[in-house]
């Protein structure tokens, strides 16, 4: 099985320009989860998509939104961008049947570098 | 607020030796406790995951312990090789789901 993908690898925006970022989950699994990482504050989780729905939600502003499609492939948008948006943007899948426990599998990451 | 503490920041040790790695943590409600290796400019790989009455989970070379009592873990890593060297997140779920309450990592590097 191919793992999880993320595009694209790297990117840079300006301040005030928006940016989306994309997640193609491992084939079957259902719930797919950001996580935004800077040196400074390590991983920090940004939402959960399962079943198109946003299922959990982290402390970021309004400016940071996703959305996941019927395939369970999941974008997110950051909008108005900030120098301190910086950082490498992971996304994880898991299969989610339910068991709070199971593994999640993560993507090389999106490095977004704003100037 | 929940938090999660890792020490030490960094560590140097020579190829073959073994180490420990520690994390403390105040999450609740606690569901599970995981240990992540990431490798520079790649994902986290996850080692372990860990309920609330499971007090040990090994992994090949790695060994993860819990304490739910003291709310503390460690990962003991046995005969590191160059590979080892990597950050190595502690990460606690509260509540289910995915989300997760990171800890900034320790920096591992294995030398020979």
């Known amino acids: 099985k191919a793992g999880v993908t993320q595009t694209p690898r790297y990117l840079i925006k300006t301040r005030g320009q928006q940016v989306t970022l994309s997640c193609s989950p491992i084939?079957?699994?259902?719930?797919v989860s950001w996580y935004q990482q800077t040196p400074g504050q390590g991983l920090q989780f940004l939402f959960e998509?399962?079943?198109?729905?946003?299922?959990n939600k982290g402390n970021f502003p309004g400016r940071f939104s996703g959305r996941q499609f019927s395939n369970s492939r999941s974008e997110m948008n950051v909008s108005t961008l900030e120098l301190g948006d910086s950082a490498l943007y992971l996304c994880a899948s898991s299969e989610a049947r339910g068991d709070f426990n199971e593994k999640l599998f993560f993507g090389s990451g999106t490095q977004l570098s704003v100037l | 607020k929940n938090q999660v503490e890792q020490s030490p920041q960094s560590l140097i040790i020579l190829e073959g030796k073994n180490c420990t790695l520690q994390?403390?943590?105040?999450?609740?409600?606690?569901?599970?406790l995981r240990w992540y290796k990431q490798d520079t400019g790649r994902g986290p790989v996850s080692l372990t995951i860990m309920t609330f009455s499971e007090n040990t989970k090994s992994n090949g070379r790695y060994t993860a312990t819990l304490d739910a009592d003291t709310k503390q873990s460690s990962l003991h890593i046995t005969a590191s090789q160059l590979s080892d060297s990597a950050s190595y997140i502690c990460?606690?779920?509260?509540?289910?789901?995915?989300?997760?309450?990171f800890g900034t990592g320790t920096q591992l590097k294995v030398e020979l």
């Open positions: 994390c403390n943590y105040t999450v609740s409600p606690f569901s599970n």
């Open positions: 998509y399962f079943s198109e729905t946003q299922r």
């Open positions: 084939s079957g699994h259902r719930s």
């Open positions: 990460v606690v779920s509260a509540g289910g789901g995915n989300k997760l309450t």
